[in-house]
């Protein structure tokens, strides 16, 4: 697996590869990869010749310092599991790589995509994301890029911009993982203890209460909810960030839900932040309830 650490490195791996005929698919994380990120690797081997994972923490998508500082890096674990999984080539940029000399330029999404969800609660959030990834794009050149369902939200933003500045890049989603107990996998989860990782599951039960109620005939997007916050705000520790019915035609907030409709939402446990979301006329979440 080739380890290429610069903008310019990278560039030159992926027009060679080119230049021999070969296509490009590429996954961009943060690191602390876990199962989820892997299957995205697996789509991207599927799916062209040539597979690059980037692994940098973007530090423009953060709104909390703390949060920036208490992310989990584990670079010599990811760089095993990559080579394992057969990945040709790991992009390591640096900050100065991606941002240098008083970096001031941004791409800003703007419309129903950002006026909801994890850019209300996260301002410059999407921001930082859209900008970083379009630069992980110019590095890369790939044919193909590969995300996680998980973030539903930021696939939809990247996929709205991939098509409006007529990138030549197909984007492919993969679906979201979850551990044994039904917890959405994410970097995130290495931050919970046993205690709290007990009551992070409050939130994919109350996601599967709600979606259990809808299969029922409950359509209000406010009772809908409640299922969520009923659930979550019985436990110690646990703060509800924001939970809402949207609907995918649009991506417009839904008064009454239907099958279009997901439900979104995000807490904290104990300062830590999770996000997770239902189709509501999707499959079972493989979550235990207790009745």
């Not at 953060?62 to 500082?69: C, E, G, K, M, Q």
């Not at 095993?80 to 941002?99: N, R």
């Not at 996680?148 to 933003?157: A, C, E, R, T």
């Not at 520790?237 to 417009?252: N, P």
Request: glycine letters at 6%.
């Amino acid at each position: 697996m080739d380890e290429l650490t610069t903008i310019g490195a990278m560039r030159t791996w992926s027009r060679a590869q080119r230049a021999a005929g070969r296509t490009i698919a590429f996954v961009p994380t943060m690191g602390a990869l876990h199962e989820g990120h892997l299957s995205l690797v697996r789509q991207a081997r599927a799916a062209a010749d040539r597979v690059v994972v980037s692994i940098y923490v973007n530090p423009t998508q953060f709104d909390n310092p703390d949060d920036l500082a208490k992310y989990p890096q584990t670079l010599a674990e990811d760089q095993a599991k990559l080579a394992a999984a057969g990945v040709d080539a790991v992009f390591l940029p640096t900050t100065e790589q991606m941002y240098p000399n008083g970096y001031c330029t941004f791409i800003e999404i703007v419309g129903p995509l950002t006026d909801k969800l994890c850019a209300i609660a996260r301002p410059g959030h999407f921001r930082g994301v859209a900008t970083v990834v379009i630069k992980l794009f110019h590095a890369v050149e790939p044919d193909v890029a590969v995300f996680g369902q998980k973030d539903l939200q930021q696939v939809m933003i990247v996929n709205r911009m991939v098509n409006d500045l007529d990138l030549p890049i197909r984007v492919l989603v993969g679906p979201t993982m979850r551990e044994a107990d039904g917890l959405a996998m994410s970097s995130r989860n290495r931050r919970l203890d046993a205690g709290m990782r007990e009551r992070a599951l409050s939130l994919p039960r109350g996601l599967e209460r709600a979606r259990l109620a809808y299969g029922q005939g409950l359509s209000d997007a406010m009772k809908l909810c409640e299922a969520v916050y009923d659930e979550c705000l019985q436990h110690e520790g646990v703060e509800v960030d924001y939970v809402e019915v949207v609907s995918l035609k649009g991506f417009t907030t839904a008064e009454t839900a239907d099958d279009a409709c997901v439900l979104a939402a995000a807490i904290l446990v104990d300062g830590v932040r999770l996000i997770d979301h239902v189709a509501l006329a999707g499959t079972v979440l493989p979550v235990p309830l207790d009745d």
